[in-house]
């Protein structure tokens, strides 16, 4: 076995067909970390004829000024059972690492634990990987354990996916959760609608992700590392902007107007001439009730439009789009707006994209792994599975230390 640097060409084909590909691993991951100021490099084991047997997107920073931090991103594209590839990898990074300063090195592969369903139940019979902890750590890494939660040093180690293979927008529909169908014919009604916007219109995007952090009181990125890795995935990139366009909106209340209008006055006609029916007396009332909502509503797009104008932005997103996974993975909301549920009307819209490209997975991407519904985290849970689909729980992140000594000096420090 050999252990190399890789061409793009020779990481890129390897990659394609590895059961661990994941948009952190992909060409595009690599570009994005060079423009967010990482030293990258792509490297991986060969047989003596050439042919890829493992491989890794390999990108450090500096770190107590005298040192660097290595992170194998989203893990070792490898087999997983063949260990003494593994070994042999692992040797020949640690060696890599250490010629270069490394205090320690990350890696998070993109390998699921154990088969778990739309709850966040273990499936009984179903799949179990642990096998891969014990191996990895055999040949050398640290296991960090089987944590939950959300941390800025590493991943979610749990997703919610939708899998789409041999689906509808029909029969995805149907098997949404009620509430989530409501949201989504609510934005209908109130004509949110769903645009792709380009680099030019980012500030959209990076206003929204600003309030959201603020309100929310969780770590902001950057400007610029936000405008980077949206540069770096290019066409695999989608950023989507949800709007409510008052005009349009306005006509859809005219019609409703109207046929509330037509149906009182032919419920009234029944009633001149049977006044008793409780019946026609309720059609009535439910009649009248929903033109005085109407009434309301007009009112109020009238109000938002002197303030705001005529088309309101009130959510964004970014997502990753491949052949085999789109994946949400950042948002934003103007809570100004949170009753016209644009968040549904985005992801509604990728959804249907994605069966449109035939793409099989549809992953809402991180959620916290705590399924109490007291945890502060579960409404983003409950948001993600009201569209249906499964938990799938991630190995979690291993620690190779370059450095044992002045890496337990560091991990000392920071929990000091």
């Known amino acids: 076995m050999i ?187 109130q004509c949110v609608e769903v645009r792709e916007i380009g680099l030019d219109e980012l500030d959209i995007f990076l206003r929204m992700m600003d309030e959201t952090a603020e309100r929310r009181s969780f770590y902001a990125r950057e400007h610029d590392f936000f405008r980077n890795t949206i540069a770096a ?23 409703e107007k109207a046929a509330l209008e037509q149906e009182i006055a032919e419920t009234e006609a029944w009633l001149a001439e049977t006044p008793t029916s409780r019946k026609y007396q309720t059609k009535l009332r439910v009649a009248k009730e929903a033109l005085d909502l109407n009434t309301k509503k007009f009112a109020e797009a009238d109000a938002l439009e002197q303030e705001h104008g005529s088309v309101i932005n009130m959510a964004t997103s970014f997502f990753t789009v491949y052949d085999d996974e789109v994946t949400y993975l950042y948002s934003g909301t103007d809570d100004r707006f949170r009753k016209y549920n644009a968040p549904y009307a985005i992801q509604w819209y990728m959804i249907r994209e994605a069966i449109r490209l035939g793409i099989d997975r549809y992953n809402f991407y991180g959620i916290s792994g705590d399924f109490d519904k007291d945890s502060p985290d579960y409404g983003v849970y409950d948001f993600k599975r009201g569209f249906g689909g499964v938990v799938e729980e991630l190995v979690g992140d291993f620690v190779l230390p370059i450095r044992p000594a002045a890496y337990a000096a560091y991990r000392k420090l920071k929990h000091e």
């Open 3 to 189: 252990f190399r640097e890789l061409t793009k060409e020779e990481y890129t084909a390897f990659e394609a067909k590895s059961p661990q590909v994941d948009f952190m691993n992909r060409p595009e991951a690599y570009e994005a970390k060079i423009l967010n100021g990482w030293e990258t490099v792509l490297l991986g084991v060969t047989d003596d004829a050439g042919k890829v047997l493992a491989a890794t997107l390999l990108a450090s920073i500096p770190v107590m000024k005298i040192y660097r931090y290595f992170y194998a991103q989203r893990g070792l594209l490898a087999d997983y059972g063949d260990e003494a590839v593994l070994r042999f990898f692992t040797e020949n990074l640690k060696k890599y690492c250490h010629a270069r300063k490394g205090l320690y090195l990350l890696c998070d592969p993109v390998v699921f634990l154990r088969e778990r369903d739309i709850d966040g139940n273990i499936v009984e019979g179903g799949f179990d990987h642990s096998d891969v902890i014990r191996t990895m750590e055999k040949v050398g890494w640290q296991h960090q354990g089987l944590g939950i939660g959300y941390t800025t040093a590493a991943y979610a180690r749990f997703m919610f996916t939708l899998h789409l293979a041999g689906e509808t927008e029909e029969s995805v529909y149907k098997k949404m959760h009620s509430q989530t169908r409501w949201s989504i014919n609510k934005t209908l009604k």
């Open 233 to 255: 995935y290019g066409e695999h990139g989608r950023t989507l902007v949800a709007y409510l366009d008052i005009p349009k909106y306005r006509e859809r209340l005219e019609e």
